[in-house]
């Protein structure tokens, strides 16, 4: 197990550490090669979903899962330059990651990938989104489903598709990412 620590304005994971640096007089918070950062509560990010889904009604969930493929590109390509695995090798050691304590957006729980075809599932646990959104008749973590696909793109190349076909918000003991290639 990954344990994520923080503390004097550094993370510990392991042995490896990824300082949290602040700029004297500047409000920025830069971590992985100077990437800014900021850090939310769930229920912010959570109410701000809603309100966008109050607004553009079904259209919301494109704009949220839009907002995850680009996150989750630009999440892989710091990933993959600080890591170095490739493939499902990657994946072994993002799963271990978000397992990890204090990473804070959820515990993955399984990843399950047809090599050939490019196509699987992601099963993960303890979604900061769907804890936080509440009862829902429908999956709600369009952002993350957006997430996932982006980190396969830039692990094996190509577009993906993927979507949510379990949802903690709706009763189901996890979410379920269904994904392929596009």
């Keep these: 197990m990954i344990r994520l620590i923080y503390s004097y304005g550094h993370f510990f994971v392991m042995d490896r550490t990824y300082g949290i640096k602040r700029l004297p007089g500047e409000a920025w918070i830069r971590i992985f090669k100077g990437i800014r950062v900021i850090i939310i509560r769930a ?3 959570v109410e701000l979903q809603k309100d966008v889904e109050d607004c553009f009604g079904e259209q919301a969930r494109a704009l949220f899962y839009d907002a ?3 996150a989750g590109r630009e999440s892989a390509k710091v990933l993959l330059e600080e890591w170095k695995e ?3 090798d ?3 050691r993002l799963k271990e990651f978000y397992s990890s304590e204090g990473v804070g957006w959820f515990k993955i729980r399984e990843i399950n990938v047809n090599q050939p075809k490019h196509e699987g599932y992601i099963r993960i646990e303890q979604s900061f989104i769907a804890e936080e959104y509440g009862r829902s008749e429908r999956p709600v973590c369009d952002f993350l489903s957006g997430y996932f696909a982006g980190v396969l793109e830039q692990v094996f ?4 598709s993927c979507s949510e076909t379990k949802c903690i918000a709706k009763g189901d003991p996890f979410c ?3 994904f392929e290639r596009s």
């Design 68 to 70: 995850g493929v680009r």
């Design 90 to 92: 990657f994946l072994a």
């Design 43 to 45: 229920g912010t990010f």
């Design 86 to 88: 490739r493939g499902t």
């Design 176 to 178: 379920e990412f269904r």
């Design 157 to 160: 190349g190509g577009e993906f």
